[in-house]
């Protein structure tokens, strides 16, 4: 029914910068909150970035200052511009979004498959 697709990872040294996008697709009546989670090795999964429709980007601590969230025109993608990369960032990034499905009436939480982002020399 509904597809979050993330497209953008890969390897990069620290210090320099990589833009994941992510596009959802589907029966979708209304969309409301687009973000971005990781996931290092070892770790749980934690918020990176999160954008409500009207209202102001919240970032993780670890991530402000360097990232940068966004939405589309179309409104049913969101992007994730990474700057001043650091090794710490290194993990498994996913896609989130909070939407209604056409004919259910309820929002629900859609997930990508993830995108791995290594920051290393």
Do not use: H
Request: proline share 3%; hydrophobic share 35%.
């Amino acid at each position: 029914q509904v597809q979050l697709v993330e497209s953008g990872g890969g390897l990069v040294q620290p210090g320099g910068s990589l833009r994941l996008s992510c596009a959802a697709s589907g029966s979708i009546l209304s969309l409301n909150k687009m973000g971005w989670y990781r996931q290092a090795p070892g770790k749980e999964r934690e918020l990176v970035a999160v954008k409500i429709s009207g209202g102001d980007p919240d970032y993780a601590d670890s991530v402000k200052g360097r990232f940068t969230i966004s939405r589309g025109v179309a409104q049913n993608t969101v992007y994730l511009q990474m700057n001043s990369l650091k090794p710490e960032d290194t993990a498994v990034y996913y896609c989130n979004a909070r939407l209604v499905v056409l004919g259910s009436g309820t929002y629900r939480e859609f997930w990508g498959q993830g995108t791995l982002v290594t920051v290393s020399s």
